[in-house]
């Protein structure tokens, strides 16, 4: 064991504690898969990165997902808060424009998104949305998960099987207040083995405030209810954008169920390419014993 440079993060809030908690390991290397696994389980946090050098040329570091149950592929907010860590810790891009991740998705791209939080000028990063596929789930599932979530079926307006890296059962309601107001039977969805995003658009938002409504039921994962999900909010963007449920730039709204106010900036591009953003405040520093 040795003493390693340690950050844990606040994902997608300008205020501390009121986002994604997420543990970063600065050098994660010689560890073990099961030592990663291990430490990912004892903070029992939604997920645990480990910092590496790249083995891609193009890549500016690698990253290594664990949740308390196991390794992802790909994830929102160990994304940007993991680059946050990198940055703040010394990180140089090799690049100018992008920050450039490599993770078992592959490599994926961010960029600095100047914006103004709580009246004082906040760095804002964004990731580029991994490619998405996506099909309609079978009824026999759709009714096994709005059973285990309490919904009827004249409640749910649409769904969709979204995969970009993990694999998602998302449901899009019929109102705010829908979501808002489940209280998922978290055994059977656990037995069901599928992370279930639900959102809800607000027909009439105030301007500045949230435009949709997210939540995330993780206990396949291993966490019953998610605070805040990148990952589900670029893959929620990428299918509402497309089939014209959403604006092409908008403000979502995740963790208030958890007494959480996370915000994600959500833009597509003149390409086509959907952006996830967010602030990420730094909680903890120090070193950890691994």
């Known amino acids: 064991m040795q003493q390693r440079n340690f950050k844990q993060v606040d994902v997608f809030t300008a205020t501390a504690y009121r986002g994604n908690p997420l543990a970063v390991v600065l050098d994660g290397t010689g560890l073990s898969d099961a030592e990663m696994q291990h430490f990912a389980a004892?903070?029992?946090?939604?997920?645990?990165?480990?910092?590496?050098?790249?083995?891609?040329?193009?890549?500016?570091?690698?990253?290594?997902?664990f949740t308390p149950g196991g390794e992802l592929p790909f994830a929102g907010h160990p994304t940007l808060g993991s680059c946050h860590a990198w940055l703040e810790a010394g990180g140089k891009p090799r690049g100018r424009e992008f920050i450039v991740q490599q993770c078992k998705k592959g490599l994926v791209k961010l960029r600095r998104d100047p914006?103004?939080?709580?009246?004082?000028?906040?760095?804002?990063?964004?990731?580029?949305?991994?490619?998405?596929?996506?099909?309609?789930?079978?009824?026999?599932?759709?009714?096994?998960v709005a059973s285990a979530l309490g919904l009827k079926a004249i409640q749910v307006v649409a769904a969709q099987t979204l995969d970009n890296g993990?694999?998602?059962?998302?449901?899009?309601?019929?109102?705010?207040?829908?979501?808002?107001?489940?209280?998922?039977?978290?055994?059977?969805?656990?037995?069901?083995?599928?992370g279930i995003g639900v959102a809800a658009a607000y027909p009439t938002p105030e301007p500045g405030a949230p435009q949709l409504e997210v939540r995330f039921f993780a206990a396949a994962f291993g966490v019953p209810e998610d605070p805040v999900t990148g990952s589900l909010n670029a893959s929620l963007a990428q299918w509402l954008i497309e089939d014209r449920h959403m604006p092409e730039r908008y403000l979502a709204a995740q963790g208030q169920c958890l007494d959480r106010a996370g915000r994600v900036h959500i833009e597509r591009d003149d390409a086509g390419q959907v952006w996830v953003g967010g602030e990420s405040v730094t909680c903890i520093t120090g070193t950890v014993t691994l």
Do not use: C, M
């Open 166 to 194: 993990p694999v998602w059962l998302a449901l899009l309601l019929d109102s705010p207040q829908t979501v808002l107001g489940l209280a998922p039977n978290h055994l059977q969805l656990k037995n069901l083995g599928l």
């Open 42 to 65: 004892w903070t029992n946090l939604s997920e645990t990165t480990f910092l590496l050098p790249p083995d891609d040329d193009a890549a500016d570091y690698r990253v290594r997902i």
């Open 115 to 144: 914006s103004t939080g709580s009246g004082q000028a906040a760095l804002r990063l964004a990731f580029a949305a991994p490619s998405l596929k996506r099909s309609a789930p079978s009824p026999a599932v759709l009714a096994q």
